[in-house]
């Protein structure tokens, strides 16, 4: 059996034991009851946020889980405000969790009338949206939010599906005019946070959105760039941001760096491109690291994430046997009261 068969039996066992029957013994309250959603949901968030790489292997049980557990209204809302307050808290954690986001939107059953996951989804980052022009005039840390905020609706952009009607799946178009709005927003309060959060967003998505609206005939990125120059005319960041400013106007002017690297594709090695492996698959430390086969150290820290995952699946088996074990106890402990008491 494979490690991933491996993991998806383990899953099954816990989807079965842990969702449908579990309960587990609070020794300080002396009571029996049941783990929480938002329990399960951090537990495997911070999974997926120190293993990304295990998302394909994961994310089919993971939903499995959610949709055994998930069967309200309520509990839907709840669910989509956990995944959405982690994707904007957890360092580095924007991509994996958009592609979470994507994901649960196809394959997530419950669908109420207030509306499914990836519409609860797009509710919610419509609120932060509008507050927008209040959060890049706050303090550091309304600021620091905002910017998570922002750097996540890219990557939703990025990774979200909607099927059209003819069934193909394009992208939320919606989120095309948020983001020229976020931008807009963050250029007219010029300070060096709100600058470099603009210039991360713009490497991120800027060949994509620059694609969509040349397309739709907006000149949005044009006016975009304009305002980039004037302040660097006229702005007083710091010197950095000012470099930053400068190497994405020169980015975009080679069409975000796909002119060069068309050209040299065909010649390109290991040793004469340090692009060579940019479509290798890219891991993250602990700390939110990330780094790629051309990492000197890339054999050990991969040799370290399998291990973590090793170790995710026997802390799931243990989980199992704990419920059981627990079980068995709380079990013989009701009898011992029905005997001393009859």
């Known amino acids: ?43 495997f968030l911070g999974h997926l946020s ?4 295990s998302f394909e292997s994961d994310i089919e049980y993971i939903t499995g889980m959610f949709n055994s557990w998930v069967n309200t209204e309520e509990l839907l809302n709840e669910l989509v405000e956990l995944i959405y307050t982690q994707s904007t808290a957890i360092p580095n954690f924007a991509y994996t969790g958009a592609r979470l986001c994507n994901y649960l939107s196809h394959h997530l059953t419950i669908s109420p009338q207030s509306g499914n996951f990836r519409q609860l989804l797009l509710k919610r980052c419509r609120i932060e949206y509008e507050q927008r022009e209040v959060a890049v005039r706050g303090d550091a840390e309304t600021q620091k939010k905002l910017h998570s905020y922002v750097l996540f609706l890219g990557e939703l ?6 099927k059209s009607a ?4 394009n992208r939320a178009d919606i989120l095309l005019q948020a983001l020229n709005d976020l931008m807009n927003s963050l250029f007219n309060n010029p300070v060096d946070a709100n600058l470099i959060c603009a210039v991360k967003l713009l490497k991120l998505t800027g060949s994509v959105l620059d694609d969509a609206w040349k397309e739709s005939g907006k ?56 692009n060579y492996f940019m479509n290798e698959p890219t891991f993250y430390t602990e700390d939110g690291t990330p780094f790629t086969a051309a990492d000197p150290e890339y054999a050990e820290k991969y040799q370290e994430i ?32 029905v005997d001393a008491r009859y």
């Open 1 to 43: 059996m494979s490690t991933t068969e491996c993991f998806g039996f383990v899953f099954h066992v816990c989807i079965v034991t842990f969702v449908q029957e579990n309960t587990f013994y609070d020794d300080s309250e002396g009571y029996y009851g049941e783990p929480t959603l938002a329990d399960m949901v951090t537990e």
């Open 50 to 53: 120190s293993s990304p790489g």
């Open 157 to 162: 952009y990025l990774n979200l599906e909607v």
């Open 166 to 169: 003819k069934g193909h799946p």
């Open 219 to 274: 000149p949005h990125m044009e006016k975009l760039i304009q305002r980039i120059e004037t302040i660097l005319l006229d702005a007083t960041c710091s010197r950095d941001v000012r470099q930053m400013l400068l190497k994405l106007v020169e980015l975009r002017s080679s069409d975000w760096g796909r002119v060069r690297a068309a050209a040299a594709a065909s010649n390109a090695t290991p040793d004469n491109d340090p």
């Open 306 to 337: 399998l291990d973590r995952q090793d170790y995710f699946i026997s802390m799931i088996v243990l989980m199992v046997i704990h419920t059981f074990f627990f079980k068995a106890t709380a079990s013989n402990f009701t009898v011992g009261l």
